[in-house]
């Protein structure tokens, strides 16, 4: 399986902001059925790391993909910046 770690940061990213409406969603007796698959609190605490961990790459590679040709003047305070949050 191929994964895009990106995608994945946006993924976790977008999940933790509709965390709160996500368990009013599972709480809500006509989803009885689904509320099965709530997280627990280990499993959020788990995203919230990972979010915090692709957090980093995600934001390089974006202020390096919003170029058509990336300058080596903008890579390596890019590159540094991402070594020192990561």
């Known amino acids: 399986v191929r994964t895009h770690w990106d995608l994945t940061y946006f993924m976790i990213n977008c999940f ?7 368990k009013l969603f599972l709480a809500a007796p006509q989803n009885a059925d689904v509320a099965q698959h709530k997280l627990e609190p280990l499993d959020w605490e788990v995203l919230q790391d990972l979010e915090f961990i692709l957090e ?31």
């Open 56 to 86: 980093a790459p995600s934001l390089a590679q974006h202020a390096m993909s919003g170029e058509q040709s990336p300058l080596l003047g903008g890579a390596l305070p890019t590159f540094e910046t991402f070594m020192t949050q990561w």
């Open 16 to 22: 933790h902001t509709l965390h709160q409406a996500i």
